[in-house]
């Protein structure tokens, strides 16, 4: 059971007549034309009228109606009440949201209140500390579940604070466990997952970035995630970067900077442009961005799937991914490093940029950068061929900012934001699905 579950029927016409953008998960909500012979059974079953949204459950009865044009979908507010009306009616009569600070302050005591088939959502801050699923398929995600970002809000990071694993799985669960949309940073693991650890468990890695993260002692596995046991994971759309395994012993014992896969261990790694991960700067003695556990002889070995990732080389290396036949890399992506020729004219010193939102998207994504002196920046988008998309030289005051980039004109496809700051430049990865 999730949000597709209530189902969601607009009736109106003039500026509601097309779409209203940004719904769940780049979503958008259909509206149907002030015409009865569409044959909508909104018409007949509920009396339809102009500009109402009706709520309708699995078996097409109608839960709750109300005049739409009261909320401006622009409005974070208006719209966060929306979605919060989505996921209430989702929980009725089945799994709950709970929400993270409003009824718990903590994730932990969220997860160990919660039953399988609940939404833990998680409000943007900082969020210190471990966290266990314990033996629970719970969804665990961060506001961009719901793919509005406010203005005001600040990422949702899960900080190790020195210690490690951040994020521990290790209880059986399925594809159903879901980890969101988080930052997992400062994970200081002494063996396996300086940022997650998955053992004897299947769950569903999904659009996080996972980076800054230690595993090692004398030897170490998985900088950003060890998959251990009999583990079958989905990981999709992450950004995994700047991980270490490494120790104070002398020996080349320090595995998979970004991954670590056990040998009795099959995740699925990306498998199309909406799904790939990204790789880049992770370090370790072997398997800088992935690691394969293995015996000795691997002639027939079987590689585990990994389409549609990317790495800063494609196809990359038996030095980058070890064993370079234990890993099927097909239809991999090259992270391109761009070069941008400079005028006279000085860029800001310090800048951060944002992941967009939504993304995947379609045509519509939010682009938010914050900068902390009042200067001029670039901010420019390429497709993974290296060529220029859309061009922006702005001069904009010290804060956050946000403009919105219409791909209405571009081809289905991973495409980099990339804004530069003097020498220094930060990417994001935008995922356009058409």
């Known amino acids: 059971m999730g949000v597709n579950d209530v189902g969601i029927i607009g009736v109106g016409k003039d500026a509601y007549n097309s779409d209203l953008a940004g719904m769940i998960n780049g979503r958008i909500l259909p509206w149907v034309e002030d015409v009865e012979a569409d044959g909508y059974p909104v018409w007949t079953d509920y009396g339809a009228v102009q500009r109402s949204t009706y709520f309708l459950d699995r078996e097409g009865n109608l839960i709750y109606q109300f005049n739409i044009t009261t909320l401006d979908p622009d409005d974070p507010d208006d719209y ?84 490690g694993p951040i994020v521990t799985i290790n209880d059986g669960q399925d594809q159903s466990a879901i980890l969101l949309g988080f930052i997992i940073e400062n994970g200081s693991a002494s063996q396996s997952g300086g940022g997650i650890l998955i053992e004897d468990a299947s769950p569903t890695i999904d659009r996080n970035i996972i980076h800054n993260n230690h595993a090692g002692s004398c030897g170490g596995v998985g900088g950003g995630i060890a998959i251990q046991g009999e583990s079958y994971p989905h990981i999709f759309g992450n950004v995994i970067h700047d991980n270490i395994v490494s120790g104070e012993c002398d020996c080349i014992c320090y595995y998979g900077g970004g991954v670590y896969v056990d040998t009795t261990s099959w995740p699925v790694l990306g498998g199309s442009v909406t799904l790939g991960n990204t790789f880049y700067n992770n370090s370790a003695d072997y398997g800088t961005e992935l690691f394969r556990d293995h015996d000795e002889d691997t002639t027939n070995w079987t590689p585990i799937y990994a389409h549609h990732n990317t790495f800063e080389d494609c196809p990359p290396d038996s030095y980058d991914v070890y064993p370079i036949n234990g890993w099927d890399l097909e239809n991999c992506h090259t992270l391109i490093t761009i070069d941008i020729v400079n005028d006279d004219q000085p860029l800001a010193e310090s800048f951060y940029l944002y992941p967009n939102f939504p993304n995947p998207f379609n045509p519509l994504t939010n682009i938010r950068f914050s900068l902390e002196t009042s200067n001029t920046v670039l901010l420019n988008i390429y497709d993974l061929k290296g060529r220029l998309v859309k061009q922006n030289r702005l001069k904009l005051n010290s804060g956050t900012h946000m403009i919105q980039w219409d791909a209405g004109q571009s081809p289905s496809g991973i495409y980099l934001i990339k804004l530069q700051s003097g020498l220094n430049t930060q990417i994001q990865k935008a995922i356009l699905v058409k």
């Open 80 to 163: 966060q009440y929306l979605i919060n009306l989505i996921l209430d009616y989702r929980a009725y009569n089945g799994p709950s949201i709970i929400r993270v600070t409003e009824d718990f302050l903590s994730i932990q005591s969220a997860i160990e209140s919660a039953s399988d088939g609940d939404i833990i959502l998680v409000d943007p801050g900082t969020y210190l500390g471990q966290i266990n699923f314990l033996d629970k398929n719970v969804t665990l995600a961060s506001l961009i579940y719901s793919g509005y970002d406010q203005n005001d809000l600040e990422k949702t990071i899960l900080d190790g604070d020195g210690q």
